[in-house]
């Protein structure tokens, strides 16, 4: 296992006028965790704002993005460098064209509301066309014009209920297949309310007749060619915008992303300390890049200083995890748990190696993580390689796996479960479990027929021939005892990794309660071997009872150990009795890696079913084959699914409650460097380090 990396309390001193070059060095090279100055510095310095450049680079930020927002989005391939805030807000202020995207996007507006009314209204009129007048008298200032729809079969009721109040409403209607359209004159002599409850109660459709002038024919051809004037207009003003885009959106691209970064500088300039002629910051650095850091700021500004503080047990360091690549991926698994401090042991790489193992062994068939290997491996090259959609997924599984993770997290679990699969597929051989069926015999005679020798001879699973190196059914005791030694085997690599870390810390009490559990765990465990196998443990000479002095060393563990929680623990009077109940704790710790086989047990039996019923089905005949295959698709499948999540979370579960319990602290904070994430911006400075390897990098030779 590995340690965090170490870092280092650093406090930097420079001259005022270098404290914009240094925040800038220390933002381009991404090592510097910032943190509020100590007490004792702030009694000498203050906090100092430049008004006048952070409303500069605000005011910019702001104006560019809102040209961002309105022009048309074009792909930026490109990277610029800005040598200082100067030539950047030059560069900003070049872009000047701020009032012509303005007066077109204003028009761009106003074209778009009257498209849109003008398609309703051209709708509307096309639907109500068969009015053979000018809409003009429907206009009146005495009374209210509707045009309606009403589902035919309620037509004549609704007729008659207008017929009774000829004097207040007009109606012009045409019937149509399944909906009859009216045209509605309604007199205020007929009050809103019981006009409405007549409207109600026969859902009747209504909307205010559009102010147009001319019969519908007219509209029609009018309405058509006015749309046609604005869209031609619109599509003037989109050319337009595009031609502006395509000359100055990769600039403001890169202006955005800089002025974004100059804004988070400025902020933490206004959080340093000053004085006249000073500054001083404070932060965390890996102390591996302590030299790296004292040497570009040497470089390239004069008289800035770092030293190294000193720190106490309550300045607790952030983490920084360090871990070979390959087994970067699991350190997800661990920050899901908890980040660990920063000078506790790394679990990681435990985790990476273990964790796959548990997956296989729960599954242990060659056929389910098969598929699932397959399925890791789709949903990798869906997301990482470009093809981010993974629409092939029916939609009610695709968004069931949306909600509970994000694209990146599938990505990481697909990763994650690969090498589990690996496993799962050689353990599958050894113990010849394919889709549940027994397919090694086959692979043994071909074998054979070569010379091989030396291979299982045929067993009985469940009355069908195996050739399993390692029958699950038949041999469950002697897994079930392995499932135990790796249990105990956890359980005490824990407990030695926390005395360690409880002497490290000073907590000798805390480490003899350890190496109690330690005691009682192993005490038991012998105890329990000996009953398996029929010694004896009765520790004294007893003429009736066979006598086995080694069970002296069981019961001295446990009642030892015993002593030994109890003693040490820092409970006080009748609580101190509660560290007993950690024998329970630690029982129940070893006894729970037995899941890794049960989980086994119960795949492989429900696989064995479905197998029987498939294999039964065959030989009654065609309706119940077709039904026996189904139920094979069907339950393999729901094993699969069972597959993907059981042993995942109970893999995970092990490590996380019966080993991470005897020794990790966690709760760390996470190392949080000073920098940007950069797309379309160049570094100002580079440490003599990049600069070394970009000047080492093989040039090409212009002929």
């Known amino acids: 296992m590995f340690k965090p990396v170490q870092m280092a309390k650093i406090a930097i001193m420079g001259l005022r006028k270098n404290q914009q070059t240094s925040v800038s060095i220390l933002h381009d090279m ?3 965790q910032l943190e509020p100055l100590s007490k004792d510095v702030l009694e000498i310095v203050k906090n100092e704002r430049d008004n006048e450049l952070t409303r500069q680079v605000s005011d910019e930020l702001l104006r560019v993005k809102a040209l961002m927002t309105t022009l048309p989005h074009i792909p930026v391939a490109v990277t610029k460098r800005f040598d200082s805030i100067d030539d950047l ?14 007066s077109l996007e204003k028009e761009k507006e106003a074209l778009l509301t009257e498209i849109k009314d003008t398609e309703n209204n051209l709708k509307l009129v096309e639907e109500f066309s068969f009015f053979p007048e000018d809409l003009k008298i429907l206009q009146l200032s005495s009374a209210t014009s509707y045009f309606g729809r009403i589902p035919s079969d309620k037509f004549e009721e609704f007729k008659k209920a207008i017929n009774a109040h000829p004097n207040d409403i007009m109606l012009y209607a045409k019937a149509e297949k399944e909906l009859t359209h009216l045209i509605l004159v309604v007199f205020p002599a007929i009050s809103s309310d019981e006009f409405a409850n007549i409207i109600q109660a026969h859902n009747v459709k209504i909307e205010a007749v559009p102010n147009l002038n001319g019969k519908p024919n007219e509209i029609i051809t009018n309405q058509k060619s006015n749309l046609q004037t604005k869209n031609q207009r619109l599509k003037q003003i989109n050319d337009e915008l595009n031609k502006i885009s395509e000359k100055h959106y990769a600039n403001l691209v890169e202006v955005e992303e800089q002025l974004q970064i100059e804004n988070k500088k400025l902020e933490v300039i206004s959080n340093l300390g000053v004085t006249k002629d000073a500054f001083a910051m404070e932060g965390w650095i890996p102390k591996s890049k302590l030299g790296q850091v004292k040497s570009t700021l040497e470089k390239f500004t004069d008289g800035t200083t770092i030293y190294e503080l000193e720190t106490n047990e309550e300045e607790k360091a952030p983490t920084l995890m360090s871990n070979p690549g390959r087994f970067r991926l699991f350190e997800a698994f661990i920050r899901f748990y908890s980040l660990p401090q920063s000078k506790e042991f790394d679990p990681t790489m435990v ?15 060659t056929g389910y993580c098969l598929v699932i290997l397959l399925v890791c491996l789709w949903v990798i090259r869906r997301v990482e390689k470009g093809k981010r959609n993974l629409n092939i997924m029916p939609r009610q599984l695709r968004s069931f ?8 997290q599938m990505v990481k679990l697909s990763k994650a479960m690969i090498p589990g699969c690996i496993v799962g597929i050689v353990l599958g051989c050894i113990f010849d479990l394919h889709f549940g069926f027994h397919l090694n015999g086959y692979v043994f005679d071909a074998l054979a027929t070569v010379g091989v020798t030396g291979l299982p001879e045929p067993g009985e699973i469940l009355n069908r021939p195996s050739q399993a190196f390692l029958d699950p059914i038949h041999n469950a005791g002697t897994l079930l005892l392995y499932a135990g030694y790796i249990g105990i ?21 805390e480490a003899l309660v350890k190496i109690g559990w330690l005691a009682v765990g192993w005490g038991i465990v012998l105890l329990g071997l000996a009953l398996i196998s029929g010694d004896a443990i009765n520790p004294t000479w007893d003429r009736l009872i066979e006598v086995n002095p080694i069970a002296f060393l069981y019961y001295g563990l446990i009642f030892g150990g015993i002593a030994l929680m109890v003693s040490c623990d820092k409970s006080k009077g009748a609580m101190k009795v509660m560290a007993l109940m950690e024998v329970a704790t630690i029982i129940s710790h070893i006894l729970s890696y037995t899941r890794l086989i049960g989980i086994l047990l119960a795949s492989v039996i429900l696989a064995h079913t479905i197998d029987y019923i498939f294999l039964k089905s065959l030989n009654i005949g065609l309706p119940l084959a077709a039904l026996g295959i189904m139920i094979l698709f069907i339950g393999h499948l729901f094993n699969i699914i069972i597959g993907v999540f059981e042993p995942g979370i109970q893999g995970a579960r092990l490590v996380y409650v019966e080993y991470f319990s005897k020794f990790y602290r966690g709760n760390g904070r996470k190392f949080s460097p000073f920098g940007s994430l950069r797309r379309f911006t160049e570094e100002q400075y580079h440490s003599e380090q990049q600069e070394k390897k970009e000047s080492d990098k093989p040039k090409l030779k212009v002929k």
Request: net charge negative; hydrophobic share 50%.
């Open 30 to 32: 991404e090592i510097l």
């Open 89 to 102: 807000l030059q560069t900003a202020n070049s872009i000047d064209v701020d009032e012509q995207v303005a």
């Open 401 to 408: 796996a949306m909600l509970i993770l994000k694209k990146r």
């Open 351 to 365: 985790f990476a190696l273990i964790f796959p193992i548990f997956y296989g062994l729960m599954i242990g068939d």
């Open 489 to 509: 085997g956890f359980v005490s690599f824990g407990l030695i990794l926390g005395v360690i870390d409880c002497i490290r810390e000073g907590e000798k009490k």
